[in-house]
């Protein structure tokens, strides 16, 4: 056989052959090899893991090269213009909005930094569902954002391709892509009996094969021709997929293939068998009924199967019966199976059987850019649409096959074109309506509202999972991006049969997620479905409805609107009848979800506004509008009542449905479209009936009548008030709010800005987030409309971000402007827009504020009226509310109770009745026409008020009232009236006279019944439309009524003599709030200063209403005066019953018992301020310290300490010892420091290195090595100091304790099981008084006072006494403690001490635990302690006095307990620094050393640790006079090593030079305490036999230019030796008490030798002073010296440049300092996001970055545990001794680790607005905040981490 011996054979070989034969003309032979080849190595039945069927392909397709070269090849010919790399999730992106045509545009990175995007309105994101680069697509993108590869179209001058490159790919390609097809046939399994796992192995056996696909299709354009060839060929798939006869294994899976087609279509062919016998059938009119229009429809039948409708029975009892409807649409390929052509449309059918595997997807887009393959792919796609919502729907894993399906479709759909062809030719909108309504069928009920048993109306359950995990999304999220095209969006608006086919399905929302009003008990379960329904909303209705609003914008498109706004109609009145309405919604029930009531509201708003359509030719007729009415009216009223908590029962998540109703991204699509409707109904039905409504709607009907007493049959006494006010609010919104009713868009923008800031200072992102998107979308720009930049720099200022030393960060704010707050404030737009109800009192409070700095009103302001824009002449009507008797009526009426002080009335009633009369006063109705009906006398309100007009209903008198009041009211008590003549009425033709009858009267009194008058009203609008009023019979409100125990008292009429007017009624109550008795005089009009009037409080308001009255009418004018002429004070109405004294005093007493509680807060506040500012004060250096311990208390008898758990005050003693609060923690701040004064840079390139190696902690490491190589190893712990990395801090907040009293306290926080930020088990606590984070307490050693005074006494003795002294105090042995509390106390405290700091930074010693180990440590901490204060003083002592750092400091305390520790150790006298300090050895024979290595020489050692090993072993209190010997004698070898390490640094010639020139000094009297004398001596002590100098001297040579003067050597000289002064004067500092004195940093030096006692006295400044004047030598100075330089000579093993090395110390380090980061974020971003980790070699998923040393580190990442400990926090440990800072690079914040816990600090990076871009969700750029750095930085060097940050939690290990 043939085949069997090529298989043998080379492949490579094989290949060129075939290839050479099959490009001959008679290629028979060549295609028949080939063939038999391909079926034996491309065999279905072999397992797919074999890639040996894979290898034959490469070799084959190359024909007989390199796969690579053939690659290469390829590529050269490569004529693609476009980028189309495509990405999958978590990619980072970018979006130009400047540049994309379609709002989903995005770039790669590379093709974004190559385009240039200066100043555009760019960003950053992480892609969430995968993508693919736009560039290079003029149909997505301008062509002026192409980057520079992509603008020039290098694609299109490539020369074409020669045809026998890809012979061979045509050829293979084909029987390739069948072998994967027919391996997916075999493979799949349908999964109801599979596991999601058998998929996934198939697909992981296939993933080289599809990769190989991928891999072509990167090869560029030739090779994506040669592939779209084959998939879209029919005619080879006609060959190939059915497989030859006679195989009998391509038959088989060719049946499996047909098997899996047939369930393909939308209604699965079992489901059609079943269609014929189904027993559901639920007739519904809302979706059916719709869809009947379109043609027959088939019975309905039960969800895939009766078995499944039983298992939802059977979950649980109460669900509610689903209902199926039946569907049927012009296109029945839609519900059919699917049938392929081509190669193409069977894999794309397997990609989705799958549920859309990454490989296959990727693939399948990168073969995009190929323009053939686009049109046929999106032709596929859509053909599979419905089957790919029907798998969709099945899938278990649907979040990931959503964002599979998007990043497919979002390709297809947002290129104008493509999406236009597909809607022509595949009907692609039908499709997706179809596909949509089947969807939503699912998971449809029937609806409650209403009439409850005879509803017809069906609504989608919003609990059901395809709306609970918006399912729907993908399908949605496609729709709206097809309708953003013009061309798109036409088809769909002239299409009638779909629009209403679209009308059926908002109308399943309609009515959704019904809430009944919970009367006795709360509710069991919290149902949290409102998100689902407020997302389906605002997704499926609301965003297609403004994609279709975009095209109707002008008057050509006038048709359009005509015709939703007719469906709109036609469907909502199928809806009223369905739900059985009538007039009267049902009680207590409300749903937030009117989505046709909103589109018919939103048309209607764009028809008036940009297409000049006349707003009555689209309104129904009167009876409609009523019922349109009824249900967002009925929304309003249920925010108010479930503000006032009337539907508390209902739980929680009713308050959250109130609050998304209004919020940001909502409010337009629901609130305002509602608000908005009611604004066209109020405009034109009868006021009158509206008004009613309303008040009925609110249930304060029964509120509204003079009596002072009433009862309401709905509402309890407390929520009376906040019903009345959400009333009167609500009136004031609807007449005021001018959104949709004349505001330009730009003019809407503002006011919501200014809405916004005015209840808070927001960030930029906060506004953007806040304004709602819909009249004035942020992105893209519309012509002629101003921008949201221009528009905030008019309205605010910017704040930019300031610090606290407090550590809080603040961000960047916008604040409004002044003339904002004067002029634009608009407390009736911030109502309507708060989420919160504290955010309107915070706005009034920002108000106030501003009022009171400005100086215009001082007091409380009322909220201040605003002018309106004028109304656009369509709603005109809407004036008439505030010009109709009814409101009217109601108005009179308040006034008069709240100047009567009746129940329930507020500030805030009144505020809003005087914002309706000021509304009133200001739109006045234009035609003066009387009525145009005839004044009825039955009409029992015409009798109150003559007209309609408010401004002569102001002054008209009411006389009498008849009420009806409860029996027990005052009110009944009176006698009748006086019979005296009056005049009843002060008009036509009532105005009959009283006489002495009491009847008379009754009929007189005005009686006012609101509901009365609503119903008279319907009738008379129903008659009026000709309808056949059926009069519903309505149970009678009484029977309603729930009768408590105690019956209500009977209501009998009363009749109540009022004789007020509203103006009358105004002028007392202007009385009444100015509590003056004549406070407007009878002339105050004329001396009226308007400008005032704009801000103030209610006294203000009026006086604004009445000036305004009297300007627009004479009558009113002298109305006033009269009134204020005859003005006598009101007697105030008696208070008759105890009940309404009460209700007064309550009020009354609430504001005192408020006052009460100001005041207490605020004395509570400034007593906590004094407070802190002593105790706390955690970072001003001001305030000196609390408590600056040792200071200057040592001078009293006996120190007092007070415990601030006890409060007791007592000295600390023996057996109950006092102790600091403070925190221990290991640093290594100080090894990280430079010799450099710059910081390190962060690289951010593969070319930048930073180098640890010139860090003090690892120069100090190399020293001790070193040593450690040459001498023995005790001695070598003895001359240095470790605690450079790992050293223990220890600071205070200067509170102390007892320490029993702090064990006490530890068990009460063990106890206490709140989770505290801390852990009680390590010892952890806050400080009881200043709540500080403290980890161990410090014993205080009891005071010794007595000793005090010798100790300080100065000294005449001379230094060889005091040297011998020191000898002798040495030599005593240190007395064993005696055990006692104290010293228990301190051995605990040394115990904490050591487990702060990891074992390694403690054990340096060659057999580590040895007590040489432990001293070297103890003595080190008092070093690190010192140094670290030292670093916070800034390096120097040169600004004295105590530091901020000082304060914080408990140097005493801890020399105390490190002291009592090391008398422990004694050093043995033989070995004693001390003498070698200070005597000239006898030269001792070698008595047996020789063997051992030899002591460190003295000019090796380093002198602090010597002073500090000195004073902490002898005995203590040490005399101040022992003190400064030892730093005498310190200061000398001090000083020689200053010389020795001079001398290294001159060239040979310098050398010899000043060996001379000093030589000659050393005759002088003053010899020893000339530097020349002594560097000469130690020049030529160094340089003999075995000299340090031998190194080779050219080196030096080429270092040194300068040339060295005395000046130049003396100054260095002092530089060397300062650290050490430094050091000396801090210790005798803590130590003594002694004052540091500031001084100039060129004086530091003199300074410190005089405060230390190296220098008699201050020198004059005319002197210079030399450091060599400081020297006092105990003996002989060259004879000491001459023994240090032997010590370094004699040393035999040692070479000479190592010598050089420990000779050269430098003791002088830069301060710490963090990275110096870049200025602008990207670099790091781009850099290092997808850097890989040089421990795992992998990118991480969540790379940081260390701050101190700039390791690169992957966060929470597994791949580099270790012993389950993540790599952030190993590096911690390793870095910063457990304290890390790192920089998350992904998320652009710093988190803090501080051992086993960490916190968030925030960012150092902000964007242009001054604020933080956590997570880089916005992607805007950053900068480095230089400020913010500073901060970070200074708590790192002062250790105040857990200190300023608050917010700290465990880490587990797990970073």
């Not at 990175?109 to 200066?118: I, K, L, S, V, Y």
């Not at 979950?315 to 199926?324: H, N, P």
């Not at 300031?802 to 604040?815: A, H, I, K, L």
Request: net charge negative; with cysteine.
């Amino acid at each position: 056989m043939m085949a069997a011996s090529l298989l043998r054979r080379d492949k490579k070989a094989t290949a060129a052959h075939l290839k050479a034969d099959l490009n001959r003309t008679d290629n028979s032979s060549g295609l028949r090899q080939l063939q038999e080849l391909l079926d034996a190595v491309l065999n279905p039945e072999k397992p797919a893991a074999d890639t040996e069927a894979l290898d034959w392909c490469k070799c084959l397709i190359a024909g007989g090269e390199g796969f690579e070269e053939f690659c290469k090849t390829v590529r050269s010919y490569d004529n693609a213009t476009l980028c189309g790399l495509v990405w999958t999730a978590n990619f980072v992106a970018y979006r130009c909005r400047t540049c994309g045509i379609s709002p989903c545009m995005s770039l790669c990175a590379e093709c974004f930094n190559n385009g240039d995007h200066t100043g555009h309105d760019f960003n950053m994101f992480r892609s969430q569902a995968g993508g693919a680069c736009d560039c290079g697509d003029s149909n997505v993108m301008r062509e002026s954002g192409f980057c520079r590869r992509h603008r020039l179209r290098t694609g299109e001058n490539v020369p074409s391709i020669p045809r026998d490159l890809l012979l061979m790919s045509e050829m293979v390609l084909p029987r390739f892509i069948l072998c994967i097809i027919q391996y997916l046939r075999d493979g799949y399994i349908e999964p109801d009996t599979s596991t999601e796992r058998d998929l996934q192995k198939v697909l992981q056996q296939l993933e080289p094969q599809i990769s190989f696909l991928e891999e072509l299709t990167k090869m560029g354009g030739a090779m994506r021709t040669v592939l779209t060839k084959i998939l879209t060929n029919q005619q080879t798939f006609k060959e190939l997929s059915m497989g030859q006869e006679e195989n009998l294994y391509a038959k088989k899976n060719y049946d499996k293939y047909l098997s899996a087609l047939k369930n393909s279509g939308l209604v699965s062919v079992e489901e059609k068998a079943q269609g014929a016998n189904a027993d559901v059938t639920v007739g519904a009119e809302g979706g059916a009924g719709a869809m009947v229009l379109l043609g027959s429809t088939a019975p309905a039948s039960p969800d895939e199967s009766n078995k499944e409708e039983d298992q939802d029975a059977g979950q649980s009892v109460g669900q509610r019966k689903r209902v199926k409807l039946s569907s049927s649409t012009k296109d029945p390929c839609i519900i059919e199976s699917l049938k392929h052509k081509c190669f193409l449309e069977e894999l794309l059918f397997w990609t989705i059987k799958y549920e859309f595997p990454q490989k296959m997807v990727t693939f399948l887009l990168n073969m995009l850019p190929d323009q053939d393959y686009k049109i046929t792919f999106t032709k596929t796609f859509v053909q599979h649409y419905a089957f790919i919502m029907k798998t969709l729907m099945k899938s278990h894993e649907s979040d990931t096959m959503s964002n599979r399906i998007v990043h497919i479709s979002v390709q297809l759909f947002s290129n104008e074109e493509l999406a236009r062809h597909v809607t022509e030719e595949c009907q692609l909108l039908d499709i997706m309506v179809t596909v949509l309504l089947y969807m939503m069928e699912s998971c449809l009920i029937k609806s409650e509202l209403q009439d409850e048993e005879n509803s017809r109306h069906v609504v989608v359950n919003c609990s059901e999972a395809l709306l609970k995990n918006n399912t729907y999304w993908p399908l949605v999220s496609d729709f709206i991006n097809i309708l953003s095209h013009q061309s798109v969006a036409k088809k769909f608006l002239e299409d009638h049969s779909l629009l209403m086919l679209w009308m059926s399905f908002v109308s399943f929302f309609q009515g959704m997620n019904l809430n009944k009003r919970e009367l006795n008990e709360h509710v069991e379960f919290e149902s949290q479905t409102y998100y689902a329904a407020f997302a389906a909303e605002l997704e499926a209705c609301a965003q297609p409805m403004w994609g279709l609003l975009t095209h109707c914008k002008v008057k050509e498109t006038q048709e359009y609107t005509k015709t939703v706004v007719r469906y709109c109609l036609e469907t909502l009145q199928i809806w009223f009848d369905a739900i059985g309405f009538i007039d009267e919604p049902a009680p207590n029930q409300v749903t937030f979800h009117l989505p046709l009531h909103r589109y018919y509201a939103m048309f209607l708003s764009k028809a008036v506004k940009c297409q000049g359509l006349d707003l009555d030719s689209l309104l129904p007729d009167q009876e409609m509008l009523m019922k349109i009415m009824v249900h967002p009216l009925q929304i309003q009223a249920c925010l108010s009542e479930i503000h006032s908590n009337m539907w508390v029962r209902n739980g929680l998540q009713i308050k959250g449905q109130a609050m998304t109703y209004v919020q940001s991204h909502f409010c337009n699509s629901m609130i305002d479209p509602d608000i908005y409707l009611l604004q066209v109904c109020a405009s034109r039905l009868d006021p009158d009936y509206f008004i009613s409504s309303v008040f009925e709607r609110f249930k304060v009907v029964d509120l509204l009548t003079m009596a002072s007493q009433h009862q309401n049959a709905v509402l309890d006494s407390e929520q009376e008030r906040p019903m009345l006010e959400g009333a009167l609010t609500f009136l004031v919104i609807l007449t005021s709010l001018r959104i949709h009713l004349g505001m330009t868009d730009d003019e809407i923008l503002r006011a919501e800005m200014v809405s916004q800031l005015c209840m808070n200072d927001r960030t930029h992102s906060a506004l953007l987030d806040l304004i709602p998107e819909n009249p004035n979308p942020k992105s893209g720009i519309v012509p002629g409309s101003c921008s949201f930049e221009e528009m905030l720099s008019a309205v605010a200022d910017f704040k930019a971000p300031v610090f606290e030393p407090g550590g809080s960060m603040q961000q960047g704010m916008y604040t409004p402007k002044a003339e904002v707050w004067e002029k634009e404030f608009d407390p009736i737009m911030v109502v309507l827009r708060t989420v919160y109800r504290r955010d309107v009192q915070s706005a009034m409070d920002r108000y106030s504020a501003f009022l009171k700095q400005c100086g215009i009103h001082t007091g409380n302001p009322w909220p201040p009226y605003k002018e309106r824009t004028p109304l656009h002449p369509c709603y005109k009507g809407l004036i008439k509310l505030l010009h109709c008797k009814t409101l009217h009526i109601v108005i009179f009426t308040l006034l008069y109770k709240i100047w009567m002080d009746h129940q329930n009335m507020s500030e805030h009633v009144l505020c809003m009745v005087l914002y309706l009369i000021e509304l009133g006063l200001d739109n006045q109705v234009q035609d003066n026409t009387v009525d145009e009906e005839p004044c009825i006398e039955e009409h029992c309100h015409d009798s109150w008020f003559p007209g309609t007009n408010l401004l002569s209903n102001l002054h008209h008198v009411i006389n009498f009232v008849r009420v009806r009041v409860p029996e027990t009211a005052p009110e009944v008590k009176r006698e009748a009236p006086p019979s005296t003549s009056t005049e009843a009425s002060s008009y036509g033709q009532n105005s009959r006279r009283l006489t002495g009858n009491w009847r008379e009267n009754l009929r007189e009194a005005q009686v006012f019944s609101l509901v009365a008058e609503r119903r008279r009203k319907f009738q008379e609008i129903i008659n009026r439309s000709n309808t056949e009023a059926t009069q519903v019979v309505r149970p009678k409100s009484s029977s309603t009524r729930w009768v408590p125990p105690g019956t209500p008292p009977q209501l009998v009429t009363e009749i109540l003599e009022i004789r007020e007017s509203m103006l009358s009624l105004l002028i007392k109550l202007h009385q009444k709030l100015s509590s003056k008795q004549n406070s407007l005089s009878a002339s105050w009009l004329e001396d009226m200063d308007t400008s005032r009037h704009a801000h103030g409080d209610g006294i203000t308001a009026i006086e604004r209403i009445l000036t305004k009255a009297a300007t627009r009418s004479c009558q009113i004018k002298r109305s006033i005066q009269d009134i204020c002429g005859k003005v006598c004070p009101p007697v105030p109405p008696k208070k008759n019953s105890p009940t309404d004294k009460k209700t007064m005093d309550k009020e009354e007493r609430r504001q005192r018992a408020r006052e009460r509680q100001q005041k207490l807060l605020a004395e509570f506040a400034s007593r906590q301020k004094s407070f802190m500012e002593t105790a706390m004060d955690v970072e001003s250096p001001e305030t000196e310290a609390a408590m600056d311990l040792g200071a200057s208390e040592v001078m009293e008898s006996e120190v007092l300490y007070d415990c601030v758990i006890c409060g007791q005050s007592g000295p600390s003693t023996e057996d109950r010892p006092t102790g600091l609060v403070v925190l221990l923690q290991a640093s290594s701040v100080l090894g990280h420091r430079c010799k450099s004064k710059e910081a390190k840079k962060l690289p951010t390139s593969d070319e930048e290195h930073i180098y640890a190696a010139d860090t003090c902690g690892v120069a100090h490491d190399v020293r001790l090595t070193l040593m450690q190589r040459f001498f023995k190893d005790s001695s070598c712990l003895q001359s240095v100091s470790i605690g450079w990395d790992g050293g223990v801090y220890v600071q205070t907040c200067g509170h102390t304790l007892h320490i029993d009293c702090h064990k006490s306290y530890m068990e009460s926080l063990r106890n206490d099981q709140v989770l505290q930020g801390f852990s009680v088990d390590k010892g952890e606590f806050t400080c009881p008084l200043c709540r500080q984070f403290a980890n161990s307490v410090l014993p205080c050693r009891p005071g010794r006072g007595t000793e005090a005074g010798t100790w300080h006494t100065p000294t005449n003795k001379k230094t060889c006494v005091l040297v011998k002294e020191v000898e002798d105090l040495q030599e005593k042995l240190g007395l064993f403690p005696t055990e006692s509390n104290l010293s228990k106390e301190m051995e605990f405290v040394i115990k904490d001490i050591k487990n702060t700091t990891q074992k390694k930074y403690m054990d340096y010693g060659k057999n580590p635990g040895s007590p040489d180990n432990d001293f070297l440590f103890m003595y080190s901490v008092a070093r690190t302690n010192l140094e670290l204060e030292l670093v916070h003083r800034g390096g120097n002592l040169c600004s004295g006095g105590a530091s901020a750092a000082a304060k914080r400091s408990c140097l005493n305390q801890l020399f105390h307990v490190l002291a009592m520790h090391m008398r422990l150790y004694s050093i043995d006298s033989a070995y004693n620094p001390w003498t070698k300090l200070t005597q000239v050895a006898q030269s001792r024979e070698a008595d047996g050393f020789d063997e051992e290595r030899p002591e460190v020489p003295m000019l090796f050692r380093d002198v602090p640790s010597l002073l500090i090993i000195f004073v902490l072993t002898m005995p203590q209190p040490l005399r101040k006079e022992h003190f400064t010997c030892v730093v005498k004698m310190l200061y000398n070898l001090q000083f020689t090593q200053a010389l020795a390490a001079q001398s290294s640094k001159f060239s040979p010639e310098e050398r010899h030079a000043w060996s001379t020139a000093g030589a000659l000094k050393k005759n002088t009297a003053n010899a020893e305490k000339s530097f020349e004398a002594l560097l000469s001596h130690v020049i030529s002590d160094l340089s003999t036999d075995k000299s340090v100098y031998k190194v080779n001297a050219e080196e030096t040579s080429m270092l040194i230019s300068s040339v060295w003067s005395p000046q130049s050597i003396e100054f260095s000289l002092q530089q060397f030796c300062l650290p050490f002064l430094r050091l000396s004067c801090l210790l005798q500092h803590h130590l003594y008490g002694d004052n540091l004195t500031g001084c100039l940093e060129e004086e530091e030096f003199s300074s410190l030798a005089v405060c230390l006692g190296l220098l008699p006295s201050a020198p004059q400044p005319s002197n210079v002073v030399h450091s060599a004047s400081c020297l006092q030598w105990p003996v002989g100075a060259f004879d000491l010296v001459t023994q240090w330089c032997a010590e370094v000579t004699g040393l035999s093993q040692m070479q000479a440049e190592q010598s050089l090395t420990l000779l050269v110390q430098d003791p002088e380090w830069a301060a710490p300092r963090l990275l110096q980061l870049p200025d602008n974020y990207n670099i790091i971003f781009q850099y290092y996001h997808r850097k890989a980790c040089t421990a795992c070699k992998k990118v991480p998923k969540d790379p940081a970055l260390c701050l101190v040393c700039g390791a690169f580190v992957c966060l929470k990442g597994v791949c580099c545990k270790q012993q389950g400990t993540c790599e952030c926090v190993l590096h911690s440990q390793h870095c910063g001794a457990a304290t890390g800072i790192f920089l998350l690079i992904n998320a652009s914040v710093i988190i803090i680790i501080r051992g086993h816990r960490f916190c968030l600090w925030g960012s150092v990076y902000l964007d242009a607005h001054g604020e933080e871009d956590r997570d880089l969700r916005r992607g805007k750029p950053l900068f480095l905040c230089e400020e913010r750095y500073r901060v970070l930085e200074q708590q790192w060097v002062s250790h105040t981490f857990d200190h300023i940050n608050k917010r700290w939690g465990p880490h587990y290990n797990g970073l």
